[in-house]
């Protein structure tokens, strides 16, 4: 065997063994591997290269002399030309095998990814109609005379299909003032209150009476809700439901109580000049006789809020998604030579410096669409709270991502992505309250829309329960990260230990060959001597 063939092969072999060391994956492996092969495969094969770059000799061409097979003359362009073909060629063969089976696998995982998913998330709205009848209502009457108990008998027997709420009705000494109403209200004991407003009865009457031009029937009633609690409840059953209750009552009211009224101006058998030119100057006294006033107490006035609260929970998702895969990325550079702790801390506190500017943009994006974030706060002070509160979102999501990613690897770490959008957006989209029970572990999980809403709208504030379960997620996904690192580099160690230990012994036992071999040729020799 040519000497110079040996030498380039065991020179290939060193290169190999030295970039080992350097770890799996890495780009020096992959280069010193992929070198050392091209060598190996240029010097096995038999081919030497004979003064290619001698200009300076035009008798002799540029040739490639093979030391076994000497009279055959290889053209390089034509040993090493990439070959086309069709998709269905016969020599794709094993190729086009292995595209299937990688493109049928993804095609399965992602179904399975449905339907472990999507009824998560269909199931958060399918049953919101059925279960209007826990959202709390409150019913009061203040006037206690003939409007008041006539739109209590008329509310307690008001049956109409489809959903309804869940109606209490509640003495005034109960509720000592309009206040104590509101109060309920915004501390969300209840959804909705209609208030029969005092003396609505005597007002009406004297409204009629004096033929008083000035008469408001809206404020015989107030309804009193909070829009910012979750504009899609108001907006699709408690706005809906109230007003149709009472369209019903107070039309039915309206019309026992005008037959009654013109009775009493016909009781002598002809009519009362004075009273009917009273309704004539006051005719809202007996058409609609009593309306309602709605009063909104945190209206949702920012319809961009809505990308803040629920899409742009996805966002912050896809973002920190997009740190996890960069940072997976460059620290494939460095990781193989950086003891577990160094490498641990690297993994961590690299992502939280990258969330800084992150939410800080995404923060200030939100400003110039003019967001109310100084609702509760005020301007400078809500705007930092809401940048803490995404900060701290984005961390508890990105450190989620970036600990499953150590198990998950690259490849399937967006089927778990998905899987972190659908369960954290889907408890969040109505209230409790139209889902079914099993969505309460909504309360447990880092999407912070409430405590947006409450920076936003001033709605019932649960910041420090809100920022308690982020915290919460935060700690949890670095502890997991650490355990999924320790555990990955074991394993990393073990299977290097595991090919040093082969590699070893397949070196050991082809020098006992050798050897054996010098041994019984040097008998030979003896032998013929």
């Not at 209230?431 to 029970?437: D, I, K, M, T």
Request: proline residues 5%; hydrophobic residues 45%.
């Amino acid at each position: 065997m040519d000497l110079s063939a040996q030498s380039s092969r065991e020179h290939a072999a060193d290169q190999i063994q030295a970039a080992r060391p350097i770890g799996r994956g890495s780009s020096a492996d992959r280069h010193a591997e992929s070198t050392a092969q091209a060598e190996t495969f240029q010097v096995s094969s038999g081919i030497l290269q004979v003064d290619f770059d001698d200009e300076k000799k035009p008798s002799r061409k540029s040739s490639f002399v093979a030391d076994s097979h000497a009279n055959n003359v290889v053209d390089p362009e034509q040993a090493f030309a990439p070959v086309y073909g069709s998709f269905f060629s016969p020599m794709f063969a094993p190729l086009r095998r292995r595209y299937f089976i990688i493109i049928v696998r993804a095609t399965l995982l992602i179904i399975a990814l449905m339907w472990a998913c999507l009824p998560v998330y269909w199931g958060a709205l399918v049953d919101s109609a059925k279960l209007t009848g826990n959202l709390e209502a409150l019913f009061i009457d203040r006037d206690g005379l003939r409007v008041g108990q006539g739109l209590t008998q008329a509310v307690q027997k008001y049956s109409a299909p489809g959903p309804q709420l869940d109606w209490t009705f509640i003495k005034a000494v109960n509720a000592s003032s309009d206040d104590a109403v509101i109060r309920m209200v915004l501390e969300e004991q209840i959804w909705v209150a209609v208030v029969i407003q005092p003396n609505a009865t005597l007002r009406l009457a004297e409204a009629r009476t004096n033929g008083d031009q000035s008469y408001d029937p809206a404020s015989a009633i107030k309804v009193y809700y909070s829009q910012a609690r979750n504009e899609i409840a108001t907006g699709n059953y408690i706005v809906p439901l109230t007003t149709q209750m009472l369209q019903a009552t107070t039309s039915a009211y309206a019309t026992s109580t005008a037959q009654r009224v013109f009775a009493q101006i016909n009781s002598n058998g002809q009519p009362n000049s004075t009273a009917l030119q009273m309704i004539a100057n006051a005719p809202q006294t007996i058409s609609p006789a009593i309306s309602w006033t709605m009063v909104n107490l945190r209206p949702y006035q920012a319809p961009a809020a809505q990308a803040v609260t629920l899409v742009g929970n996805i966002f912050l998702c896809i973002f920190a998604f997009m740190i996890t895969m960069a940072n997976s990325t460059a620290r494939a550079v460095v990781s193989p030579h950086m003891a577990f702790l160094p490498y641990l801390a690297l993994r961590i506190f690299v992502p939280l410096m990258a969330y800084l500017p992150l939410s800080l943009s995404y923060a200030l994006l939100n400003l110039a669409f003019d967001l109310p974030l100084d609702t509760k706060f005020g301007p400078g002070a809500g705007f930092m709270v809401f940048w803490v509160y995404i900060y701290l979102g984005m961390a508890a999501l990105g450190l989620s991502i970036e600990a499953m990613i150590t198990i998950l690897t690259p490849r399937f770490t967006p089927f778990f992505l998905f899987t972190l959008i659908l369960y954290n957006v889907s408890p969040v989209v109505l209230p409790a309250e139209l889902q079914n029970p099993i969505y309460s572990y909504g309360s447990g999980f880092p999407i912070c829309s409430q405590a947006l809403r409450t920076i936003m709208f001033d709605t019932n504030s649960h910041l420090g329960r809100n920022i308690a379960v982020i915290v919460a997620w935060i700690i949890m996904s670095c502890g997991t990260m650490t355990v999924f690192t320790w555990y990955m580099r074991r394993r990393e160690k073990r299977r290097l230990y595991a090919y040093a230990t082969a590699t070893a012994a397949t070196k050991g036992k082809g020098k006992g060959s050798v050897a054996s071999l010098s041994k019984v040729d040097q008998g030979k020799e003896k032998g013929v001597e």
